[in-house]
């Protein structure tokens, strides 16, 4: 099975997460945000996925760090769940609609980092605790660096920012499932350059 552990300790957050690509039992999720559970809970489900993440970050501050340090956290579980890469897919894409949203997610794990993020989310805050809602680009951001992926994301319209972010993070889990499936055609490294 494909899976990583990941535990990371600063002094702003304290994150243990562990991601399973080959095993759907619906995780736990304690981000310290009720928003960003839903959200990563939505990524599990629709990716297909085992997610276990507990953060204690310095929510006094704001949920910067814990955003940014889950980003990181995730993405080196992916990278790590992917090895070398042999046998899969490694291109991704999907188009989500989610009410009056839509929303599409184009990734390719090429170990080469290249992100575009073209949302303009509707309003400033999200959730219940008034998250500032421009930290998933951040979020996002540092998932791409970090699993070393090309990933663009693009928000081509709504008007509730619940729907426009859920409508992107199902998308990105589509995405990923596509990504990491066991490839028609490719037994080997998915590249003509034999190496990713």
Known sequence: MRKAEIIRNTRETKISLSLNLDDSTRGTIDTGSAFLDHMLDLFQVHGGFSLNIHCDGDRQVDMHHSIEDIGIVLGEALIKCLGDKKG???????????????????IDFSNRIGIVWRVKLPSQTVGAENMDAHLFEHFFKSIGENARMNLH??????EDNHHCLEAIFKAFARAVAMAVAPSRNVLGIPSSKGVL
């Open 153 to 158: 994301i693009e928000l081509f319209y709504g």
């Open 88 to 106: 899969i897919e490694r291109y991704g894409f999907y188009f989500v609609p989610m009410d009056e949203a839509l929303a599409r997610v184009c």
